[in-house]
């Protein structure tokens, strides 16, 4: 099972329309395996399950906060999620989640993300795919719970003498799971540099990404994209899997495209070969 953490340079960059594009090009592509006990090699369609562990910005609808990320997830994953099953940290107010937490006096922790993880785990996907929220350091706050390993309390700030609660990101997450990181960089003004301090931090994490995707998630078109593009080729190692334009409401013949004809057109432009050996 491949399990992949796709971050972003920042929030709105497009990590939900490149999730659902990723998932839609996993779900048409037939995966090996080995069928009945005489080793003989068939394919069937890859299982494809999403995470949306926290999410701020939601609707109540018949007593549930519902997460617009999480709902188009689930009408491109193929392993019958429920949407709460997808989001389960889910907070009405279109703000930083562990603020959202706060004013609720609740807390956003660790243990309980990897306990909902380890439910989308039971599902033996072949593939699952875990939307972050915001950027690669997304705080959840402080945490009265004691994190879940050595390795995640690398970045807290709490010692002996600071008497501070322990402070956890949604990174400290995908650093206990040991999930494989694809960056999708917003290609605009400046996301070279907040590329590469993604990725570096990834990599300081102790974190393997694996790909990289451009895109374009606003209708305006950056100056010299092609330059910038190839600059970010130059610089960042692993391989960039896919390159999407702004795609527009209506296409070059005038035809009015939905978000899953958008999510269609982008899922045959990316390259799975990364993601699926
Ligand atoms: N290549 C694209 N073409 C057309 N629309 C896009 C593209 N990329 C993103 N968008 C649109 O831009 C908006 C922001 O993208 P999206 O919601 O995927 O960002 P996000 O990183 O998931 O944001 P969040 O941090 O809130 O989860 C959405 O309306 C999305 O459909
Ligand atoms: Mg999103």
Not at 13 to 32: E, Y
Not at 48 to 73: H, M, R, S, T, Y
Not at 186 to 192: I, Q
Request: charged letters at 20%; aromatic letters at 6%.
């Amino acid at each position: 099972m491949r399990e992949f953490f796709i971050t972003a340079t920042d929030t709105d960059a497009g990590k939900t329309f490149v999730s659902c594009a990723l998932i839609k090009a996993l779900t048409q592509a037939s995966i090996q395996f080995v069928a009945g006990d005489k080793n003989i090699c068939a394919t069937k369609p890859t299982k494809v399950a999403a995470f949306k562990p926290v999410a701020a910005g939601c609707e109540l609808v018949d007593g549930q906060l519902i997460n617009e990320d999480a709902k188009l997830l689930s009408e491109f994953a193929n392993c019958q999620q429920s949407i709460t099953d997808i989001n389960p940290i889910a907070f009405a107010e279109p703000i930083a989640p562990h603020i959202a937490a706060k004013k609720q006096n609740q807390e956003i922790n660790i243990a309980d993300i990897h306990h909902h993880y380890l439910a989308v785990k039971s599902l033996n996907a072949d593939v699952t795919l875990v939307e972050g929220a915001g950027g690669w350091r997304l705080p959840l706050g402080p945490s009265s719970l004691i994190p879940l390993s050595a390795e995640a309390m690398s970045l807290n700030i709490n010692t002996a003498n600071s008497q501070k609660p322990a402070y956890q990101f949604l990174s400290d997450f995908v650093k206990a799971a040991e999930l494989e990181v694809i960056l999708i960089v917003n290609m605009k003004l400046g996301c070279l540099n907040h590329a590469l301090l993604t990725y570096e931090t990834i990599k300081t994490d102790g974190l393997h990404c694996i790909a990289w995707i451009a895109n374009c998630a606003a209708s305006e078109r950056m100056d010299n994209l092609t330059e910038n593009i190839t600059e970010l080729e130059q610089l960042l190692p692993m391989p960039k899997i896919a390159q999407f334009d702004y795609f527009n409401d209506v296409d070059s013949q005038g035809n009015k495209l939905s978000f899953h004809e958008k999510i269609n057109l982008a899922a045959q432009q990316i390259n799975l070969v990364p993601l699926l050996k």
